[in-house]
Nanobody, 125 residues
């Protein structure tokens, strides 16, 4: 059974940091690219960042470059998102997603096979 569980969301003030985790129960986890997406109230889902299955290549949205860092621990089957210098516009529900084995990095949600239930991040000014 496939399962992705995000955690780490919280309410913080602007300028602070948070670390999100996504624990996965997915076949061949280490062979799959993974990504983080977010959705703010009243807005469409937005790509945040993605990481290659080997962990060596990442792809960030311009809005988070230099502030957010994606990483993965294949032994623990866990994906992370380190978020620094948070801004009110980062407020959203954050979702992790898993792609197909050995597929390329993508910012398109349709490229991902499985999704978590989301964790809420709220940043106040």
């Amino acid at each position: 059974q496939v399962e992705l569980v995000e955690s780490g969301g919280a309410s913080v003030q602007a300028g602070n940091s948070l670390r999100l985790s996504c624990t996965a129960s997915v076949p061949t986890f280490s062979d799959r690219p993974m990504g983080w997406f977010r959705q703010a109230p009243g807005k469409t889902r937005e790509f945040v960042t993605a990481i290659h299955w080997n962990g060596e290549t990442t792809f960030d949205a311009d809005s988070v470059k230099g502030r957010f860092t994606i990483s993965r621990d294949n032994a623990k089957e866990t994906l992370y998102l380190e978020m620094n210098n948070l801004k009110p516009e980062d407020t959203a529900t954050y979702y992790c997603a898993v792609g197909k084995p050995f597929s390329a990095l993508s910012k398109d949600g349709v490229a991902y096979s499985y999704w978590g239930q989301g964790t809420q991040v709220t940043v106040s000014s």
